[in-house]
């Protein structure tokens, strides 16, 4: 095996999409490494997550720059100081121009917690709840400049259920999060992914033909 993919990681709050992929590498299932993580918020716990495993956690002030391409100036540097080679969106509340994806091209990745191209944007869970969609779920994408509009790497489907909240139905996709963002980052490390259009073809295996989700139960 050579070496590890470099991995940056840009999160604003809890961290616990960081921490399923710091475990992944942990657990040898990974062949990519968090090399660094940077926050937006002081009081982040993925800073703490982090330094519970030896990388450096940066916290950048947007209120120390003057714009939105000054601040990803400074992150795109932050980045390239750490060797990184694909960068990682995990809860980044932070709309990214066109600076931080002209320096990765085609590498850098979101999770959003709803099957794009449905509930874009903020409170995604809130909004397939408030619609009465039978099945939402989380997705892995590349990012461009829309709001959750790149091209789709992977998703997961997660049902709701009848006495579903906001927060029951939060925790239930954010186990899906946890497994399908190292999945992507694996492909991603394992050269098995090619951006065709608004298509990201994988190599590899496919759910079976006949696989589905109903909800309600058949
Ligand atoms: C995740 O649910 C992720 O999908 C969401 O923020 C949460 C971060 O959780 N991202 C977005 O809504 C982006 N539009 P985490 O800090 O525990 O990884």
Redo the contacts with the bound molecule.
């Keep these: 095996m050579g070496n590890p993919l470099k991995v940056g990681v840009l999160?604003s709050?809890?961290?616990?999409?960081?921490q399923a992929i710091i475990d992944g590498r942990e657990r040898g299932e990974l062949d990519a490494e968090v090399v660094c993580v940077i926050t937006n918020r002081a009081d982040a716990y993925?800073l703490v997550r982090a330094r519970n495993h030896g990388i450096p956690a940066i916290y950048l002030n947007h209120r120390e720059f003057s714009g939105r391409e000054a601040y990803d100036a400074a992150t795109v540097e932050v980045l390239k100081t750490h060797g990184v080679e694909l960068v990682v969106l995990?809860?980044f509340?932070r709309i990214i121009t066109r600076v931080l994806l002209d320096a990765f091209p085609q590498a850098v990745m979101?999770?959003?917690?709803a099957l794009l191209p449905a509930f874009p944007?903020?409170d995604?869970q809130k909004q397939a709840l408030e619609h009465g969609t039978k099945l939402t779920g989380?997705t892995v994408h590349f990012v461009d400049e829309g709001t959750?509009t790149g091209p789709i790497i992977i998703q997961a489907a997660v049902p709701i259920l009848a006495d579903d909240t906001v927060e029951t139905l939060?925790r239930r996709?954010?186990l899906q999060?946890h497994r399908i963002y190292p999945q992507a980052i694996q492909l991603f490390a394992e050269g098995r992914l090619t951006v065709v259009g608004r298509r990201v073809l994988v190599t590899g295996p496919h759910a079976p033909e006949e696989s589905s989700l109903v909800n309600p139960a058949a």
């Design positions: 999160a709050g809890n961290g616990s999409n960081l993925a995990a809860g509340m979101n999770i959003h917690p944007g903020l995604a989380c959750d939060s996709i954010h999060e």
